[in-house]
């Protein structure tokens, strides 16, 4: 059985509802550490996606010899290239809300699997996303809504909620917008004979 | 508060996960018989899925007067053009999987707003999927699992479950594979007041 390193609600749930049989263990890492020092090196957001999913990926895998473990990451980047953390307040949230109103932003999430701590296979995929020019007047009654349900989400929606209403267009794929690019690790955990074909 | 005038499970989870407030009213409509006399007329997918979304809508439409009443409809075509029937056996599903497998076919969904029996508001979008090229074994284990829960499906698969099994790249709008072009619908709510813009 697989492992997944993530805590992550949607990304396990994503892999329960395909019927994949996984165990999940999350990873021990500082992942603000880790991003804060990849950001002042000038890393982009498909990198850093890739980069932290394979962190993720590996500290796991060096505590479970011999297992398949999964580590995922999504990165929201905005059209002038400013990535957003998770909000840490319903103020910071707020804020990135109007940052994200009435423009396009991109979507990245990445997927690596290790083994005995040894990445041996990875993808990554961008959505673009439209936001809405929503009132202040809708943001509050989303907040009231979504608030702090949406505190670990990059980007302060749930797609598969209301998190729908903020936008007028959404490009690409719903598995990369939900937080992992699931067909691709399906058709590897297949050919790997992880899976049934 | 809007009415839904359909009995699928998947458009109402969808409304309701958007934060939709709505009503079901089920269509008193022979949907077979309309499907079999449009196609006896030539029609193709895109606007068969319209008329027997604009039917579904008018027809409850007439009974509930001033109300807002969506319709909706969605239908497979595969590649050369045939169009699936919801399977009304497990043989007919594994039947339809075969000529779905390898291929790469059209799902279509259309919604249409009636109020007082008109049609108000329509949108119609189109997904493209790329169905695997699976083996028998697979078909009798995804049927183990999902028969008779996709009796109701055309394609014979819930995309939100296990069905994502079936398939090596989806493209298009997760909610136009789930049944309904959700984004435009809310769009158009949003203009006519119905919801907070």
Do not use: N
Request: hydrophobic fraction near 45%; proline fraction near 5%.
């Amino acid at each position: 059985m697989i492992v997944l390193a993530s805590g992550s609600a949607s990304r396990r749930a994503m892999l329960e509802a395909a019927g994949v049989a996984f165990d999940v263990v999350r990873p021990h890492v500082d992942e603000d550490a880790a991003k804060d020092s990849l950001k002042a090196e000038g890393i982009e957001a498909r990198g850093l996606a890739d980069a932290l999913a394979e962190l993720k990926a590996i500290s796991v895998s060096r505590r479970q010899p011999g297992r398949i473990v999964i580590g995922s990451d999504s990165i929201v980047a905005l059209a002038d290239g400013t990535m957003l953390d998770k909000p840490e307040s319903r103020d910071r949230a707020a804020e990135q809300l109007c940052m994200m109103r009435g423009g396009t932003h991109r979507l990245v999430s990445a997927v690596v699997a290790a083994r005995d701590g040894v990445p041996v296979w990875r993808d990554v995929d961008t959505a673009r996303l439209h936001v809405r020019a929503f009132s202040d007047a809708f943001v509050e009654t989303y907040l009231d809504a979504e608030w702090p349900a949406i505190a670990g989400c990059v980007g302060c929606f749930r797609i598969e909620g209301p998190g729908v209403q903020l936008f007028s267009k959404v490009e690409g794929s719903q598995f990369t917008i939900l937080g992992m690019p699931l067909l691709p690790l399906l058709g590897w955990l297949r050919d790997v004979g992880e899976m049934p074909a």
